[in-house]
């Protein structure tokens, strides 16, 4: 059996793990265990990943897209989208009403998923490298919370990136695996899970050999980036106040000012109070005008009470959809970067009434979850039986603008449903079928997935034709729909045109297209490591130079600076192969100076032993 990976797609950062004799091993990248989910479209046509993408996305803001997750399946017409702040590149509407994104320097258009195949595929790569390989097949992680055009994406997302979904895994359904295994007790544990772009909470039964979800809830509009936001409208607001600048309307400024805002979240998790220092942050007739300003946490917890709020209803609403009380909780484990905050903590603890727990290597725990399941499926660690639950409830559009659920929400997967409806109309020889994801009673307040055009049904008056519609959801959570019509047995191939997602036609042209790239870009990738590495280097060899104070022979400071200044102008070229090579040469010599410098500090009583 082939080779199976797990990987957690976040808004913020993603990572790559697998099963290695029985033990999970999260993939270190060239970046560390995890990779910023960032993606730069450089002005060479070179499409970057992680680091790379963040360093030339601070001249560059208008080609880099950050937080591509929480766009997923999206209608570009979704407050959410449009409010992805720390995403700088141009959201539009693609051809079916669905978020993409406008990359000035490609001149087209981006469909989300295309843009996150990027990271997927990078997160391959680092597999491959590390495994020496071939990696095809994944199972991949998603928000529980998320819903059918959102999981429908991501799988769009790693077929451009020419991977298999095995499966699907919700990633509080991960954690409990991670938490879980080994474990041979029974546990019901509350999963608060509040990344860089959405919040889930899932209540789960965790027994040796099976993982139950009991019930599951969330808001796929609120994460780590909402605080950033915060802090970064009230800098700009004070910026606003004092200089009559507004920094949301320079894009560089603003991405700083972000950066700026995040790093102060991070560290009022900790510190009680912060300074944010943004220097030449923007250019007025009286100069430069720089940004100095004090945060207190006291101060940034009084900004986030409304978000804070926010934190309550999905927490109530799983305990009530698994009829427990909060003290029948034997656990309440809090994973996702921005539980961190003291004040999320604080509030889930008193909505529980339990001390919240932080499970060993929380930023890992999700990723660990999707190897082991990967594990599972490749037949390397034994198989844990997960029961999943649909997070939103599903139906159809029926008379009056009204909806039918046919899956309530909560139901546990796989699942199928059907249901007979008849016309509403004599003589009809086709229906419509609106199929709908949401929890609300009117048809227009909720999500509708798709359009499902039934024809053929022999003409009667209304309320005759049996038509009965058939919805099935997999172990992914992937909804198939069908229709047919009982008294006839007109039969019908009928198709969901799911409003947001790619068609098959799309998708088969995105992955030519990646693949395409993938050469060019693995060369320009190359590139960027090496100008990273040569740079590191002249700055220890410049740093050991100024340590030496002069004291080196002159022939070897001859050869460093003549090495220094190859390496140098090599770094303004595309030769990455000879960039190594300098790199290597000016290590070398940094290297002999450094022993230099060791052997000068060394007493005499030690350089004689
Ligand atoms: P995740 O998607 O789980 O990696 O979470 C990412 C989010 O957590 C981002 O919004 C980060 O800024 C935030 N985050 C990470 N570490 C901390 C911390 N120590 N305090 C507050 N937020 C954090």
Redesign the pocket.
């Known amino acids: 059996m082939g080779r199976v990976v797990g990987i957690d797609l976040?808004?913020?950062?993603s990572a790559i793990a697998v099963v290695r004799g029985g033990e999970v091993i999260v993939i270190t990248t060239s970046e560390g265990k995890?990779l910023p989910s960032v993606v730069g479209f450089g002005r060479n046509g070179e499409r970057l990943t992680g680091r790379a993408a963040i360093e030339q996305g601070a001249t560059n803001p208008e080609n880099t897209v950050y937080g591509v997750k929480r766009l997923l399946g999206r209608p570009a017409g979704d407050a959410e989208a449009g409010g992805t702040s720390t995403s700088f590149s141009s959201l539009r509407s693609g051809p079916r009403g669905d978020a993409r994104v406008y990359i000035p320097v490609a001149g087209k258009l981006f469909s989300p998923p295309e843009i996150a195949a990027h990271i997927l595929s990078r997160l391959r790569d680092e597999a491959e490298a590390y495994l020496g390989e071939a990696v095809r097949e994944v199972v991949i992680s998603v928000p529980a919370y998320f819903g059918e055009p959102q999981r429908q994406a991501l799988k769009n997302a790693a077929t451009i990136a020419g991977l298999t979904v095995r499966q699907i895994i919700n990633e509080p359904t991960a954690v409990a695996l991670s938490y879980g295994s080994g474990q041979s007790h029974t546990s019901t544990v509350m999963v608060v899970?509040?990344?860089?772009?959405?919040y889930d909470v899932s209540i789960l039964d965790i027994r040796e050999g099976q993982i139950t979800v009991r019930a599951t809830s969330g808001d796929t509009h609120l994460?780590?980036?909402e605080?950033?936001s915060l802090i970064a409208g009230w800098i700009a607001a004070t910026f606003l106040r004092r200089y009559g600048i507004d920094l949301r309307r320079q894009p560089t400024a603003w991405q700083r000012v972000y950066e700026a805002a995040?790093d102060a979240?991070?560290?009022?998790?900790?510190d009680e109070e912060t300074v944010i220092d943004l220097p030449f942050l923007a250019a007025s007739a009286d100069g430069p005008r720089h940004l100095h300003l004090t945060l207190t946490r006291r101060q940034f917890e009084q900004m986030a009470a409304s978000l804070l709020e926010r934190l309550a209803a999905p927490v109530e609403s799983v305990l009530a959809d698994a009829g427990l009380a909060p003290s029948a909780l034997d656990a309440v484990l809090l994973?996702?970067?921005?539980?961190?905050?003291p004040m999320?903590r604080r509030q889930i603890e008193m909505l529980t009434g339990q001390t919240a727990e932080i499970p060993p290597q929380?930023?890992q725990a999700?990723v660990a979850g999707a190897a082991l399941q990967a594990g599972a499926l490749a037949g390397e660690v034994e198989e844990v039986r997960l029961r999943d639950v649909t997070p939103l409830t599903l139906g159809l559009e029926t008379v009056g603008g009204m909806m039918s659920p046919l899956i309530p929400r909560n139901t546990p997967v796989p699942v199928s449903r059907s249901q007979v409806f008849s016309t509403a109309e004599d003589g009809a020889t086709a229906v419509e079928i609106c199929v709908l994801q949401g929890e609300r009673p009117m048809a227009a307040d909720n999500e509708t997935l798709g359009i499902l055009r039934l024809e053929g049904i022999p003409a009667a008056p209304r309320g005759i034709p049996q038509i009965e519609v058939t919805f099935t959801i997999d172990e992914n959570g992937l909804l198939r729909v069908a229709a047919r019509e009982l008294l006839s047995g007109a039969g019908q191939t009928v198709f969901l045109a799911a409003t947001t997602s790619l068609t098959a036609q799309e998708v088969r042209q995105m992955v030519q297209e990646a693949e395409r790239c993938a050469a060019q870009d693995l060369v320009q990738r190359n590139l960027v490591e090496a100008r990273t590495a040569a740079r590191q280097v002249l700055y220890l060899v410049e740093r050991n130079l100024q340590r030496a104070n002069g004291e080196i022979p002159p022939p070897l400071a001859e050869r460093v600076m003549r090495q220094v200044r190859a390496l140098q102008q090599a770094l303004a070229g595309p030769d990455a192969t000879r960039i190594r090579h300098l790199t290597a040469e000016v290590q070398q010599a940094s290297s002999a100076i450094s022993s230099l410098i060791l052997l000068e500090h060394t007493r005499p009583s030690e350089r004689e032993q």
């Open positions: 976040g808004t913020t950062s995890r899970d509040l990344g860089g772009g959405s994460g780590g980036t605080w950033d995040e979240k991070i560290a009022l998790s900790t994973v996702g970067g921005a539980t961190r905050m999320v929380p930023d999700v």
